[in-house]
Structure formats: C-alpha cells, structure tokens
C-alpha cells in the first residue's frame, strides 16, 4: 500500500506592507523633531533652615513678593525696601523693578542670591517676567557710530522661587 503524504508548503513572512509604513514614518518623525525644543530656566530651591540664621550686617537676603497690586521689594533681615504699586495701564511696573534691581546690585555688588515668592493664583507669565526683570539689566544703548550690540548685565541670576506670604488687608 502507498502511503500519501501531505505536502506542506512553507509559509513566508510578506514585509512589504510594514516597510513601506517605515519609509513613510521615519522621514516624518525626523522633520518633526527638529522642531521640538525645550527652554529650561535654571532655578535653586531654597535651602531647608536649620535654626537661626548667622546675620551679616553687610548680607543682603532680597526678596520680591508679587502682590495682585504691587510688587514688595525687601530684605529678610531687614525689612521692606520699596514697595512698587501698579503701573497706570493696570500692569506691574518691571521697568520700576529694574531700575530698583540695579540701585540694589550697585549696594550690594558680591550678592547673586534673590527669592520670588508669590501667591498661588499668580499668573505664569508674570512669576517669569519678574524673575526675568531681576536676572539681568536691559543693555545699555549702545553709541550710534558703533554698531556694536551691548550685552545684558547680570544682576542676580541666583534666583529661588517660593510662596507668598499672607498679607495683612490694609486700612
């Protein structure tokens, strides 16, 4: 008696269709990728206190407390420095706040240490213009004949960020 075999055939692997999608999607991602970036701003967070403080007479601790109507310019050690109230067009006045910072930097040239603190519904943009404003001085203007570009001036790139504290309503 002849025996029958089954004839199998060997089943191959079609790659074609998964290639394709490849050569479509990798030149896809590439492309996007490179405009993708990410801008990252440097920050310290504030040390944990491990008791009282060893105070300098000469040390300047600079806080900025962002206010909903003003900025309150301080020192930690020593109180209330200037308290900066809203500019006309109902913004905060940075341009006051700059020139604050630079009066301050001149006092104090070695310090490059500041904290923001501000309150929990202080919009995004302002915590970062604020930090901004105190980072660096806007570049003096530059002489007409040079063409020259005149760099920004560092004031106190150090900078912490924390919460506000609560104010008292005044009267």
């Known amino acids: ?63 900025v407390v962002i206010r909903p109507d003003a900025l309150d310019v301080g020192d930690r050690i020593g109180g209330l420095i200037q308290r900066i109230p809203m500019a006309s067009a109902g913004h905060h006045d940075l341009a006051a706040l700059s020139l604050l910072m630079q009066q301050v930097k001149l006092k104090f040239p070695d310090t490059t240490t500041a904290t923001v603190l501000a309150q929990p519904d202080t919009p995004y943009e302002l915590l970062v213009q604020v930090m901004d404003t105190m980072r660096e001085a806007p570049p003096a203007a530059a002489p007409a004949k040079t063409h020259a570009s005149v760099p920004a001036a560092a004031l106190f790139p150090d900078i912490s960020i924390g919460d506000a504290p609560i104010s008292v309503a005044r009267k």
């Open 1 to 63: 008696m002849r025996v029958r075999r089954l004839r199998k055939n060997v089943a191959q692997l079609e790659v074609t269709a998964f290639i394709n999608v490849i050569v479509v999607l990798v030149p896809f991602l590439l492309s996007t990728a490179v405009f993708t970036r990410l801008s990252v701003l440097e920050l310290t967070l504030p040390a944990p206190s491990s008791g009282v403080e060893q105070l300098k007479v000469d040390d300047l601790k600079l806080e």
